[in-house]
């Protein structure tokens, strides 16, 4: 008897739920029907939950069904919290970042921050984080572990120069720009944008003038991590270096309707050449100027693949409190390319992130003569003088010294892609195509050479000879304590 009964009441369950999607089609019936079950939860459940529990719930499983991971819900306290992280306002110490192979390094350390008053310098290397080696860990999970609740302390374990320093700050609130710029040499700007907030498009514009001023010949841009912001400062940035009536971006709603930003009358257009640098964590706004400028040949890019985040949300303030970030389109660069989960391939692929800021002075000044110093033994390579860490060795074996194959090639303005297929290393250059067959002698711009060398892999790493390098026409010397290649 009892079995049969829980036979039916299955089936009487199951009738409810199937009831319950008929009437999903009717937006009106269906809150009724939202509202019904959260008072028999609220009222009966053996749990007792509270209120908000139930009502974040709810909110949330109706975002997870989207499955859209840009589509998120504020609580009121967290509203101010996002907004402050794109107009560059955090807790934290006050330091910018840079990638390197194992142990990121300090390339900027903010004014009237914890870290300058603390001691940090740039060029330190951060190692450690509260005891905790950091090794290898991606960079935005480093900076979220530095960053932290205004007065709370946190120890940096840092290496200056080969000896170990161990700096406890206590962290604060910073308001800091999010555009930096130099001049690097004698004739190339360089802007780091780090976020697209509201000031963004105005600190850039300032930021290119002074540039500007000091008569530059070119201009690199730099993209890299950052994860986006606000739509308009994306385009007004774009407009600085596109003709009126170029189109900048076009988005696209669920009803097919859509909207053009379109660039404006520009007496200041930006006359000399410019290369912008991406990489995977380059996403949103940062598609949104990168794709403009390349599409109308702007800029060329330089770097890695970008993320791809091809849609636009907007911050819906909530009459009860807290906000819906709520994905409202999709947008298309002017050729008309969706970025969503594919991205922008560069011009230049350049996947040694140490390597990309070289690599695009290379393409501002493509005659310039590059000169790479590898000592066996060390992991330090000097690129036209300045210090790069390579993520790998190179290494004398009988007489011959075998070059990390990937950092050479790019350390020389060379593009390098490895096909999986047939094994086979591909290095494109300017005047230069060469193919390097798994096991077999390279191809020149289609031209066997001899070689008296071959490629070594070991650990996954492929490594080229000295003399490989010579046969392909780059000035290769070794004096048995340093490897010195050339190109021109």
């Known amino acids: 008897m009892s079995r049969k009964i829980f036979v039916a009441l299955l089936i009487f369950l199951f009738t409810l739920a199937g009831n319950g999607w008929a009437l999903a089609a009717d937006p009106d019936q269906s809150r009724k029907t939202v509202d019904e079950v959260f008072e028999y939860i609220l009222k009966y459940h053996k749990d007792n939950p509270e209120v908000q529990q139930l009502v974040e719930g709810a909110i949330w499983g109706m975002i997870d069904s989207l499955e859209d991971p840009y589509t998120v819900y504020f609580a009121e306290d967290e509203v101010d919290q996002f907004v402050d992280s794109i107009n560059g306002s955090y807790q934290g110490v006050g330091i910018y970042l840079e990638t390197q192979p194992d142990y990121p390094r300090v390339l900027e350390v903010f004014p009237d921050s914890p870290a300058r008053e603390g001691g940090v310098l740039p060029g330190d290397i951060i190692t450690g984080v509260d005891g905790k080696n950091i090794k290898g860990l991606p960079l935005n999970e480093i900076v979220n572990s530095i960053k932290g609740t205004e007065g709370t302390p946190v120890e940096l374990i840092i290496d200056r120069d080969g000896k170990e320093i161990v700096l406890k700050l206590k ?93 404006e009358k520009n007496d200041d257009k930006v006359q000399f050449p410019v290369v912008l640098l991406v990489n995977s964590f380059s996403a949103s706004a940062s598609e949104v100027f990168a794709g403009a400028l390349q599409d109308h040949g702007a800029a060329r890019l330089v770097g890695d693949n970008t993320f791809g985040k091809g849609v636009v949300q907007k911050v819906i303030p909530l009459e009860q409190g807290g906000a819906l970030k709520l994905t409202m389109a999709e947008y298309t660069t002017p050729s008309g390319r969706h970025l969503n989960k594919t991205g922008i391939k560069p011009d230049y692929t350049v996947t040694t992130g140490e390597l990309q800021l070289p690599f695009a002075l290379l393409v501002l000044q493509p005659g310039q003569h590059r000169v790479v110093s590898i000592s066996p033994g060390s992991r330090e390579a000097l690129v036209d003088g300045e210090k790069i860490l390579m993520k790998n060795e190179a290494f004398a074996r009988e007489g011959t010294v075998y070059l990390p194959l990937r950092f050479i090639f790019e350390a020389l303005g060379c593009e390098v892609s490895w096909d999986a297929g047939s094994g086979s290393i591909a290095v494109k250059k300017e005047g230069k195509s060469i193919l ?53």
């Open 171 to 263: 962290r604060a609130a910073l308001s800091v720009s999010s555009v930096s710029s130099r001049v690097m040499g004698n004739s190339t700007g360089y802007i780091a944008v780090k976020t697209f907030g509201e000031k963004t498009a105005e600190e850039f514009k300032e930021a290119l003038d002074g540039l500007a001023e000091q008569n530059i010949t070119g201009l690199v841009v730099d993209l890299r991590d950052n994860p986006g912001g606000y739509l308009d400062a994306a385009a007004q940035m774009a407009e600085l270096f596109l003709k009126p009536g170029d189109l900048i971006v076009r988005t696209i709603y669920n009803d097919e309707t859509g909207e053009d930003y379109v660039a």
């Open 436 to 488: 390097i067959p798994a096991g077999g002698q390279p191809l020149l711009n289609g031209n066997k050479i001899e070689s008296g060398g071959k490629l070594l892999v070991e650990n996954d790493v492929s490594y080229v000879p000295a003399e490989m390098l010579r046969a392909l026409g780059f000035s290769c010397t070794f004096d048995g304590q340093e490897a010195v290649v050339e190109v021109k």
